[in-house]
């Protein structure tokens, strides 16, 4: 069976440090892989997502950027922080041939930007 | 473009009540709909989805759903509320083929009063 994790699970940073958050789907090849943040009373929004190695599409210009050095990891960094940046992440996964993309998804990562 | 409208960030109901979560779709080509359930510090889990195959699904927990085309409508039923639905509820859809990732609404906290 498929298996996604997240780690760290939280994490407390002030701001202007760096942040990377990791984030590995096992039992599977070739996913989809994406990047969701979460913002109190404001749903899901989708910062990133990659179709296959080096392949990186991004949805909102940000300070954020991504990687997928392998199959089946997943980081998102960020050179500086800013407050803003406060939020639960979220990663997901998808069949490379779903049709109708449905997600599974990671526990998460709260990041706070003190 | 594809888009997703909960009505109502916040839903309170007794225990043993009808819950009534509601969320309305936009989409340019036959959608394809899910509804998640998020429990606190966790992940989305998958509590049903449509695929065209039945207007009306069953999920998981016994929540069920009906696509109704006419109204643009996916909302979300359970026949009596129990203490362990407390939670956020979040519909989403994928329409538009070109786009991979799904778009979420901006959720609908459910809380179960006893």
């Known amino acids: 069976s498929q298996t996604i994790h997240q780690w760290p699970a939280t994490l407390v940073q002030p701001v202007g440090s760096p942040l990377s958050l990791e984030c590995t789907v096992e039992g599977t090849s070739n996913p989809n892989l994406y990047w969701y943040r979460q913002a109190a009373g404001r749903g899901l929004q989708l910062l990133f997502y990659?179709?296959?190695?080096?392949?990186i599409s991004s949805e909102v210009p940000q300070n954020l950027s991504a990687s997928r050095p392998q199959d089946r990891q997943f980081i998102l960094s960020s050179k500086k922080l800013l407050l803003s940046d406060s939020g639960f992440y979220l990663c997901?996964?998808?069949?490379?041939?779903?049709?109708?993309?449905?997600?599974?998804f990671g526990e998460g990562s709260r990041l706070t930007v003190l | 473009a594809q888009s997703v409208t909960q009505l109502g960030s916040h839903v309170s109901v007794s225990e043993g009540a009808l819950v009534l979560l509601r969320c309305n779709y936009s989409s340019s080509v036959p959608p394809y709909l899910f509804w998640y359930v998020q429990y606190p510090n966790q992940g989305l889990q998958l509590l049903l989805k449509?695929?065209?195959?039945?207007?009306l699904v069953k999920g998981i927990n016994g929540f069920e759903a009906e696509f109704k085309k006419s109204e643009t409508s996916f909302h979300l039923t359970k026949p009596s509320a129990h203490m362990s639905d407390a939670a956020e509820y979040f519909c989403a859809v994928r329409g538009d083929t070109g786009r991979r990732a799904l778009t979420f609404g901006s959720g609908t906290r459910l809380q179960v009063q006893p």
């Open positions: 997901a996964w998808s069949k490379p041939d779903s049709p109708n993309g449905e997600l599974f």
């Open positions: 449509y695929t065209s195959a039945a207007t």
């Open positions: 990659s179709v296959g190695i080096g392949q």
